[in-house]
Every structure is written in C-alpha cells, then in structure tokens.
C-alpha cells in the first residue's frame, strides 16, 4: 500500500486550505505530530460512507431485534451447545438434588 500522504501539524495549521485541497484531489491525508501520526482528514462523503449505518451499544442493546441471519446462526449454535450438555435433570440426579428434603434433620 503507498504512503498516504503526510503533513506536520504546524504545517497543515498554516496551509490548511492546501491540505482541504489536497484531500479533494488526492484523498485522505494523514496528520503527524513529532513523527508520530496523529489524525487523518478524509472527505466528507468519505466519511459519511464510513459512519453510515453504525449504532451505539446502547443502540445495538436497546435496537429493533437482529436480522433473521443472525437468528439462524443463534440458533444453530444454541442446537449444538445442547447437544453437547446434559440436561440439567441429569445433573440435579448426579448431585442428589432430585430428592425431597428431610426437614426433620439438621
């Protein structure tokens, strides 16, 4: 991948309008600060196409339920994890739980 082009901060600071020009013609241009890359300037519809469609956690949380894709797949694992664990009946059995309760004993 090509160096993407690069300027120092102090720089694009004093030719900023270079810089906006520059992202219009050449594409994002990167940010460095002590040689060190900082931030990137990207077009506006760039951008726009980047953020488009993106949710918050809380969104994700909160949001409409999941595509039937997703379900699918949810599913389809849930049906294998039970395969691979017993019921819990067989558990409660294996550790004595099935039986009553003797209240009498202490």
Known sequence: MPERPH???QEAKQRFSEVLRAVE???PQTITRH?????VVI???QYRRLTEGRRSFKEVLMGPPIS???A???EEIESE???DFPPLRD????????????EGSS
């Open 81 to 83: 994890r039970k395969n």
């Open 35 to 39: 040689g060190e890359e900082v931030a």
């Open 7 to 9: 300027w120092q901060v």
């Open 25 to 27: 013609n050449e594409g």
């Open 43 to 45: 077009d506006i519809d």
């Open 72 to 74: 699918e797949v949810l």
């Open 91 to 102: 558990f409660e059995i294996e550790l004595g739980l099935d039986r009553p309760v003797d």
């Open 68 to 70: 039937d894709e997703i």
